[in-house]
């Protein structure tokens, strides 16, 4: 190893270019500092290269092959119902590397210095950046962390083999699995189940709760009645035992509610499990920097550590793990370290799974709301409804509001259903603006459009909904 014998002095240095790393170093070059950007691997971070891209290029074909039929109906014909999955693998790396030139792009018009290595602090104002036999060290003013997270198997399951897979390994197979256990019920769990269901594979879903999905009840019942229909078994309130891997298959071993044992056996076992906050390898720890229990580096409002050179984002802080918290801390803390005051509140980040049809949830789901004892009148709209949801065949789901029934502010908004990912904007906006029932009813919806299901729902909080019958009353 060769080891620079004189220190280089840098304003602003960035260790990870993740989402949250190269917005916070794009915002931070925009107002004027120079900025160095640490990675060891590739630009774009997990997110780019092997989660959220990767997994969205599945979801969206999946969305695709789950037209057909409704295609055949337009009168558009196809012969052979055929999948190749090794093109579709294609399509992906070439995704993945267009997007990937594109951020090398912003950074370098954006005179962002980009240097590859392993950074490592040597004390709280300097790190070592180690790449093959070279070492060389930095001096900085201000560091962001942005290193992210990786996945760590369930402590039932000690042991990982080759059928068993991570989410950035699951979207790396060659072949659509004969039969795939998807163990978890978060978002990137049942975007595993829907894509691969659509593209072919057998599913299975393992949940260890009673509760199942984590949405609002009426979504969860929905996400229950729809994988029924598609032939994804769901299996709920099951306490893991063993997993038990040959070369051909892999089987697990549950307890079920009855406390009777149960084995699923399938070809490929996915976890989406939990994951850890990637600092370890930073050394940070013998500096005093205050850390949770899990390792998570503790942060203020400007995503300031205990050590005020320090900053961290993203992963590697408490909270969710998605790119949309680190992409809005990163700017946070690059606009602080410039001098400018910052705020990020993430009371209304959106839950979004891409499945098909996608889901979106915002605020408070009813069942929150009512155990908080909150007046409140709730509404549903079938998507069923909507004369486009009709037209393009989307007809599954429906869009939920729950509002405060004396202030008629709006609580929560809830969606599964075609067009929910493009609106979840509008529904983090109006909850984020404390938008009254009226705030919604007053603007013009574009006609036929799947947004008219807004205005529908809205209206139905007090039985006005134009395209629902209206509901009859006892007695009569």
Request: net charge negative.
């Amino acid at each position: 190893m060769v080891v620079g014998e004189i220190s280089q002095e840098r304003n602003l240095i960035i260790i990870g270019g993740g989402p949250g790393g190269y917005s916070a170093a794009i915002r931070a070059a925009q107002l004027g500092l120079s900025v160095t950007l640490i990675e060891q691997d590739e630009m774009g971070g997990v997110c780019l290269n092997e989660g959220c891209i990767p997994s969205k290029v599945y979801t969206h074909a999946a969305a695709k092959r789950s037209e057909i039929s409704h295609l055949q109906e337009l009168g558009i014909e196809s012969t052979e119902n055929l999948f190749d999955f090794k093109k579709l693998s294609t399509y992906k790396a070439k995704v993945i590397h267009q997007l990937r030139s594109g951020v090398e792009s912003l950074c370098k018009v954006n005179k962002i210095e980009i240097i590859r290595g392993k950074a490592t602090f040597l004390a709280v104002d300097k790190i070592g950046v180690e790449k093959g036999h070279q070492f060389d060290i930095f001096e900085f003013d201000q560091v962001i962390i942005a290193t992210g997270s990786s996945p760590i198997l369930p402590t039932t399951m000690k042991v990982k083999g080759k059928r068993t897979l991570f989410p950035h390994e699951l979207f790396k197979l060659e072949e659509i699995p004969e039969h795939l256990i998807v163990r978890g019920q978060d978002y990137i769990a049942l975007e595993a189940a829907s894509s691969f269901a659509s593209l072919g594979a057998k599913v299975s879903v393992v949940i260890d709760n009673k509760e199942g999905f984590p949405f609002d009840e009426s979504i969860n019942k929905e996400l229950n009645r729809l994988f029924k229909k598609r032939k994804i078994n769901v299996h709920k309130e099951m306490e893991h035992l063993s997993t038990n891997e040959a070369e051909d298959q892999i089987s697990i071993t549950f307890l079920t509610e009855k406390q009777v044992e149960e084995e699923i056996r399938g070809s490929h076992l996915f976890v989406s499990g939990t994951r850890k906050p990637n600092v370890d390898c930073l050394g940070i720890s013998r500096f005093g920097i205050e850390q949770t229990d899990e390792g998570f580096i503790k942060i203020d409002g400007n995503m300031q550590s205990s050590i005020p050179s320090i900053y961290a984002i993203g992963d590697v802080t408490e909270g969710p793990m998605l790119a949309v918290k680190a992409i809005k801390q990163g700017k946070a803390a690059a606009a602080f370290i410039a001098g400018e005051k910052t705020e990020v509140d993430l009371t209304f980040l959106p839950t979004v799974a891409h499945t098909t049809p996608p889901i979106v949830s915002v605020g408070l789901t009813e069942q929150r709301a009512r155990d908080m004892a909150l007046p409140i009148r709730v509404s549903q709209f079938a998507l069923g409804s909507n004369g486009y949801a009709t037209i393009t065949g989307k007809k599954d789901g429906f869009i939920k509001v729950i509002s405060d029934s004396t202030t008629e502010i709006i609580q929560g908004i809830h969606m599964i259903g075609e067009g929910a990912v493009e609106m979840s904007g509008s529904f983090v906006q109006l909850l984020e603006m404390a938008a009254k029932e009226e705030d919604i009813k007053f603007p013009n919806y574009a006609h036929p459009g799947f947004n008219e299901g807004l205005l529908e729902v809205v209206e139905g909080l007090i039985g006005q909904a134009i395209h629902t019958a209206p509901v009859k009353k006892k007695g009569l």
